[in-house]
């Protein structure tokens, strides 16, 4: 069983920055990709950003050349820098693991966009 908690959420204005953390605990020693999904109110669960366990990133068109994810393996903690931010990225963020062929998912940290 791997435990993962989302940090860094909160409010900020048009055109700034957050950067989220989630920090894995429990049977960390066979995580493999290390990723971000986020829900906005109404809508479904949608990928982000993905790193690979030797630090390659993948992103969603959207986020491209704004989002930054990256990971720190002895520390179990994955981030995503996120610059530029949009009210359309206001969202639940999600941290998303996948070890020995299984899914784990934190419970979330809310981003909000506004001004």
């Known amino acids: 069983q791997v435990q993962l908690v989302e940090s860094g959420g909160g409010l900020v204005q048009p055109g700034g920055s957050l950067r989220l953390s989630c920090a894995a605990s429990?049977?960390?020693?066979?995580?493999?990709?290390m990723a971000w999904y986020r829900q906005a109110p109404g809508k479904e669960r949608d990928w982000v950003a993905t790193?690979?366990?030797?630090?390659?990133?993948y992103y969603r068109d959207s986020v491209k050349g704004r989002f930054t994810i990256s990971r720190d393996n002895a520390k179990k903690t994955v981030f995503l820098q996120m610059n530029s931010l949009k009210p359309e990225d206001t969202a639940i963020y999600y941290c998303?693991?996948?070890?020995?062929?299984?899914?784990?998912w934190g419970k979330g940290t809310l981003v909000t966009v506004s001004s």
């Open positions: 429990g049977s960390t020693f066979s995580i493999n990709t």
């Open positions: 998303n693991v996948e070890s020995h062929g299984m899914d784990y």
């Open positions: 790193i690979s366990n030797i630090g390659y990133p």
